[in-house]
């Protein structure tokens, strides 16, 4: 109860001061007192940082397409022209010297000597001399022989997109008519005019525009001269000139415009000079694509003043990878016939009273291309005529001269064929044939002195990067010969095998072996001389650079 009381009481206290309290306030003024430092700042922004992740591997094989040309360069078959008496001893290997001397010796009394030189900037600017030596004396009497010549070629390439081109040749070869009959004749060759001596001195200069111009012109004129003699005072001079010019119509169209003209001057010791000029323009057409390509014109010419008008129709029609193409033309030409040529074809030649030049007229078919990357073929068949064809014949008292005989006209079915294998330049394999089926002669009885069918074939290996190989197959089918007594027989044919190695010592020093007719056949490309057996040479090369 008490507890009660207590409770009551100290309520009733505590609503007394609550209230009083209350009374104070309510008779005081109200304010409001605001103190503040505040100031406002931006939250330091949040960099987000990146964590690149690597792509996933791509294990796909790209397939990529390439369309790469075939490197092979095809060139119309001609024959190879073949001397004799001639070592064809040449550089057995194809090394990156610029300046070089060859030396060697060999059986029959065989010195040889070989020097090249070349100079340039590798711009377009360079001379080259090359000068050579051989010499040869067989087991036959009177069977000997000696070539001796020089050349300098140079290149010069001006700022106004030309390029100057210009060379200086000079040659002397001696030989002796050996093949007399009876070969029991006592001759000296001094003075029984066995030996004959041929000296030539030529010079040749052009230019041509680089590019074409701005119109879409080309040119390329030259000037060929040379003087020729030998030492009977037999003279030739011979001048040259050639004005190639060509103008494009567009990408696949143009012209061409081409002016031959060919001058010789003639004179034997004992008679007057003869003149034999040759004109001839070339104006035609071409149309080229990349399948097709057509060369359309005519070929005016003047032979010593006779006017002929001769065909210059060319075709071919092959697949985009030039992997075979379709070639067919008429065309008509000149070759020209001159002391020179008929001295360079047979050096045992008697010196000719007249000079007339060979017309030829022919019609042709063909086929060439490629199998892959590295095999290459080519195969032509046409029919020919010749007018005023040059044969040549032993003279009709010992025969160790040979006549120049014109047979006016002759015709001729030509068959010819190349195969050639390609790897880079490490190896190389080419076989060729050509054959002739000579009829319809007018005036002789045979085609004396020129060679049916003939089968070339070469091999160049390089093995190693300091060793070379090569060899080389001349063969051919004998040709009618005319004896001394007018009487004609068909020659027996020729197999001349050579070969030759390179390799090096030291990087200024090479080895070199050449062995020339392996199998020793005594065969006769004219009638009454036979060649030299086997003969082997061997020697030095000495290389001024080490590249």
Request: proline share 4%.
């Amino acid at each position: 109860m008490m507890i009660q009381v207590r409770k009551t009481i100290f309520s009733l206290l505590a609503i007394l001061a609550a209230t009083q309290v209350d009374a104070q306030e309510n008779g005081k003024q109200k304010t409001i007192d605001i103190t503040s430092t505040f100031k406002p700042v931006l939250r330091e922004a949040v960099k987000i940082n990146f964590s690149a992740a690597p792509p996933p591997a791509d294990t796909t094989k790209p397939r990529l397409t390439y369309n790469i040309p075939n490197q092979n360069l095809y060139f119309m078959y001609q024959p190879v022209s073949l001397k004799p008496m001639a070592l064809q001893v040449d550089s057995a290997g194809r090394w990156d010297n610029s300046n070089f001397v060859k030396l060697g010796f060999g059986n029959f009394q065989t010195p040889f000597v070989q020097a090249g030189f070349t100079f340039g900037d590798g711009s377009g600017n360079a001379l080259s001399i090359l000068a050579d030596h051989v010499a040869s004396k067989g087991k036959l009497p009177f069977q000997q022989y000696s070539q001796t010549g020089l050349k300098l070629n140079g290149t010069k390439r001006t700022i106004g997109n030309q390029e100057w081109n210009g060379g200086v040749k000079l040659q002397s070869d001696q030989y002796y008519r050996y093949g007399f009959e009876p070969n029991t004749l006592v001759l000296d060759k001094e003075q029984d005019s066995l030996r004959v001596r041929y000296q030539t001195i030529g010079a040749e200069i052009g230019f041509r525009n680089i590019e074409p111009t701005t119109y879409g012109i080309s040119y390329h004129p030259q000037l060929k001269i040379s003087a020729f003699n030998d030492n009977y005072k037999n003279a030739e001079s011979n001048a040259i000139l050639n004005l190639p010019i060509q103008k494009g119509l567009g990408e696949k169209v143009g012209i061409d415009l081409s002016f031959t003209a060919d001058l010789t001057r003639y004179k034997r010791h004992d008679s007057v000079a003869i003149n034999n000029n040759l004109f001839y323009l070339s104006p035609s057409i071409f149309y080229k694509t990349e399948n097709v390509r057509v060369n359309a014109g005519i070929r005016p010419s003047w032979d010593n003043g006779d006017f002929k008008l001769l065909p210059n129709i060319e075709l071919e029609v092959g697949t985009s990878d030039k992997e075979f193409t379709v070639q067919a033309g008429w065309t008509g030409y000149f070759r020209k016939t001159t002391f020179e040529s008929l001295a360079n074809f047979n050096p045992w030649i008697k010196r000719p009273d007249s000079l007339l030049n060979t017309r030829i007229g022919e019609i042709y078919g063909g086929i060439k291309g490629t199998l892959g990357s590295h095999f290459a073929y080519g195969a032509k068949l046409g029919v020919m005529q010749f007018t005023n064809a040059a044969l040549l014949a032993n003279d009709t008292v010992t025969g160790r001269t040979f006549d120049y005989i014109n047979e006016t006209r002759m015709k001729a079915l030509n068959l010819a064929g190349e195969l050639s294998y390609t790897q880079g330049e490490a190896f190389y394999v080419k076989a060729g044939l050509n054959m002739y089926r000579y009829t319809g002669l007018k005036t002789q009885d045979q085609a004396w002195g020129l060679i049916p069918t003939e089968l070339t074939g070469s091999i160049r290996w390089q093995p190693l990067k300091d060793l070379f190989l090569k060899a080389d197959l001349f063969a051919w089918e004998g040709a009618n010969a005319r004896r001394k007594d007018l009487s004609d027989f068909k020659q027996s044919g020729a197999f001349d095998l050579n070969a030759g190695v390179e390799f090096r010592i030291t990087k200024a020093l090479n080895l070199w072996l050449q062995m020339n007719n392996i199998l020793n056949n005594k065969y006769q490309r004219w009638n009454q001389y036979e060649v030299l057996g086997f003969n082997v040479l061997g020697g030095v090369v000495f290389r001024f650079d080490t590249k």
